[in-house]
């Protein structure tokens, strides 16, 4: 057994702030880490230390391996989270914290390594008798033996990217005459964006759901499934809402699936939290997707429905401990919704939006959770994901819990940027979604194809009015700040505050 008195979290934002406030609930110290463009962010002012690691952005920052460790150890943390994103999968970053004696709280880097190539972890789930779609055994080079892999399984098919993830080097092919072009395309982002270029061919499932199950295995051989979570309204391969359970999953699905995850983790020697994703298509068959070997973003409406804490959980099992809980300990308490709120433009596809939050306000209620790093004044900048919070609805059934997640929609206030609110409360309205009959076409099938109705003269009137309201708003303030500048002092001896005795480390 190990004791983690204090825990640096090598991450920023929400999920560094849900990881603070659990490390203090367990009477752990906590550590954080700040980029410059994070200096005034609110999330390393809620942790116990606050170092500075400089730079603007992520490479100059948070991905800076060495000198966060040697902060973890000047600073006496034991143990190093790791978030989701950044180094949260980097299985050298995992080896050197195992090198240097710090935990890494996650599994050990050879589980990451092996787990972190598509064809490696496929075969590994071929081993464990977890089903997997048809596919290239090995990566493949030659794009002539590619195509004939590709015609002989039959189109559609997927070009996919050994390396890494987020739909980054993964190419969808409908025809032999663009499978070349494709090949090459999909080769280069590969190894532009993991630099590696090695990729897969593989048979493209039509109408596919994506259903994740989350898990939990420690180091005395207790192995738990949480259920699952259902993933598949996204946009660019990457998820907007989430749900826990499925509306497709019976019961006899939902234990084949979890065990078939189960038996994975174990065929590697995987240790705490870690997510099996898969696709299922139209006839209800799953296939094994990817394990993704961290905390997943989604994670808490899987907290909501099973009333475990998932962060508590990982820090036991780092420590050495068993499980708290076992499998006969897991149900289902009603249903979870989770809106991530992203500073996009989701009326001009999705694209990133950025700026001031001139006014931001959250929704409350009874069964209400959001997840933020953000408050009012702050800044959404380029540098870094542009996820401002997660929304998490919890009720008695699936329709409550929706309707709460409209209510709370319609309650959130963000003025200074656009969010992707206006399409969660579309896609929530929506009978597919309603029904439960969507797949991972949701956005292409009916938000781009939507008729768009002309905004009414009061509703354009009312953003004017708002446009100008704001544009005086920043003039006077930009005025108030020059003659401020020019007539402010400094004030000699001051005392330190709390903020200013914050340490910097560069």
Request: glycine share 8%; aromatic share 8%.
């Given at each position: ?38 200096k ?32 973890a ?17 980097n299985?050298?970053f995992?080896?050197?914290?195992e090198?240097s ?21 496929k ?15 090995d ?18 098919v ?70 699952e ?15 826990a ?25 995987y240790?705490?939290?870690g ?7 139209k ?18 409406v ?87 919070a ?22 959130y206030?963000?003025?200074g940027?656009?969010?992707t609110?206006?399409f ?6 929506h009978?597919?979604f309603?029904?439960g ?39 006077s ?30």
């Amino acid at each position: 057994m190990r004791t983690i008195k204090k825990v640096l979290v090598a991450n920023r934002g929400e999920i560094a702030i849900r990881v603070f406030r659990t490390l203090r609930e367990m009477g752990i110290k906590s550590v954080a880490v700040y980029s410059d463009s994070d200096k005034d962010a609110r999330f390393h002012r809620l942790a116990d230390e606050a170092y500075c690691l400089g730079g603007i952005t992520s490479r100059e920052s948070y991905l800076r391996q060495e000198l966060i460790i040697d902060i973890a150890k000047k600073s006496g943390a034991d143990a190093i989270h790791p978030g989701y994103g950044f180094l949260s999968e980097n299985a050298e970053f995992a080896k050197r914290c195992e090198e240097s004696g710090v935990i890494f709280i996650g599994p050990k880097s050879s589980v990451i390594r092996a787990l972190g190539d598509k064809i490696e972890a496929k075969k590994l789930a071929i081993k464990a008798g977890v089903p997997v779609a048809p596919s290239t055994p090995d990566a493949i080079g030659d794009v002539n033996e590619a195509k004939a892999f590709a015609e002989k399984i039959g189109y559609p098919v997927l070009i996919k990217a050994s390396a890494g993830g987020g739909g980054k080097g993964m190419k969808k092919v409908e025809r032999p005459e663009e499978f070349e072009s494709l090949f090459q395309l999909a080769q280069a982002e590969a190894l532009s964006a993991f630099g590696d270029g090695r990729v897969f061919i593989e048979k493209y499932l039509e109408n596919p759901r994506h259903i994740e199950i989350q898990m939990l295995l420690d180091e005395h051989g207790n192995g738990v499934w949480l259920n699952e979570r259902e993933c598949s309204i996204q946009r660019r391969n990457q998820k907007v809402i989430e749900e826990a359970p499925s509306a497709i999953l019976t019961p006899e699905m939902r234990r084949e699936m979890g065990e078939c995850a189960i038996r994975l983790a174990k065929e590697v020697g995987y240790t705490n939290a870690g997510t099996c994703e898969f696709l299922v298509d139209k006839n209800l068959k799953f296939y094994f997707l990817e394990v993704n070997t961290r905390l997943q973003v989604e994670h808490p409406v899987t907290e909501m429905t099973t009333g475990f804490d998932l962060v508590r959980e990982q820090i036991r099992v780092a420590e050495g401990k068993p499980l708290s809980f076992s499998q006969s300990d897991v149900k289902i308490n009603g249903h979870a919704i989770e809106c991530r709120i992203y500073a996009e433009d989701s009326e001009n596809d999705f694209l990133p939006s950025i700026g001031k939050l001139e006014r931001y306000v959250e929704p409350q209620g009874l069964g209400v959770r959001v997840d933020s790093g953000v408050e009012q004044g702050g800044e959404i900048t380029m540098y870094f994901d542009p996820m401002i919070a997660k929304l998490v609805t919890h009720d008695a059934d699936r329709q409550k819990a929706i309707d709460k997640m409209l209510r709370a929609l319609r309650e959130y206030e963000i003025v200074g940027v656009e969010t992707t609110i206006p399409f969660c409360i579309f896609a929530l309205e929506h009978e597919a979604f309603r029904s439960g009959r969507f797949d991972t076409h949701f956005v292409q099938n009916y938000y781009r194809n939507r008729a768009k109705a002309e905004p009414s003269a009061e509703t354009k009137e009312v953003a004017a009015a708002v446009a100008a309201l704001l544009a005086e708003k920043r003039k006077s303030a930009f005025a108030a700040n020059g003659a401020a500048a020019q007539t402010a002092q400094p004030v000699p001896n001051a005392p330190a505050t709390n903020w200013e005795r914050r340490k910097a480390y560069r």
